[in-house]
């Protein structure tokens, strides 16, 4: 295989421009075809946000039970969500034992409706 002589300019070869993306009904045009919220598409903020929008509150037990996950794991997705505002942590105590209550926020279920909604959008488009 020869190799390109020093200096030379390898010129790129000419490629089709791809196709329009096509929007999807139900999302805003400036946020794209294909936005979707990355805070909650990850699987267990998603699974913590639905379990919360179904329960008035969970405790950190509660939700790593659902989960079938980590503390380590639970409590870095549980802030991620609580530093969007999409819930809210209660510490307190049971006797000498350390209990954390999650709650889903105004904003965390608004932003739970909007991604289901964008994903019902999705599958309908391509069911069509």
Do not use: W
């Not at 037990?61 to 802030?79: C, E, I, P, W, Y």
């Amino acid at each position: 295989m020869a190799k390109p002589q020093r200096g030379r300019r390898i010129e790129p070869q000419e490629k089709e421009a791809p196709a329009p993306l096509r929007t999807v009904r139900g999302k805003a045009a400036a946020e794209g075809p294909l936005a979707l919220d990355r805070l909650i598409h990850e699987r267990l903020r998603l699974g913590i946000l639905s379990a919360l929008a179904v329960n008035e509150s969970l405790s950190f037990n509660d939700l790593k039970r659902l989960m079938q996950t980590t503390d380590g794991n639970l409590s870095v997705h549980a802030r991620k969500l609580e530093e969007a505002g999409y819930v809210t942590c209660a510490k307190s105590f049971e006797g000498r034992v350390p209990k954390t209550e999650y709650t889903i926020t105004a904003v965390g279920r608004r932003a739970l409706e909007r991604y289901l909604d964008h994903m019902e959008a999705l599958i309908k488009s391509t069911r069509g």
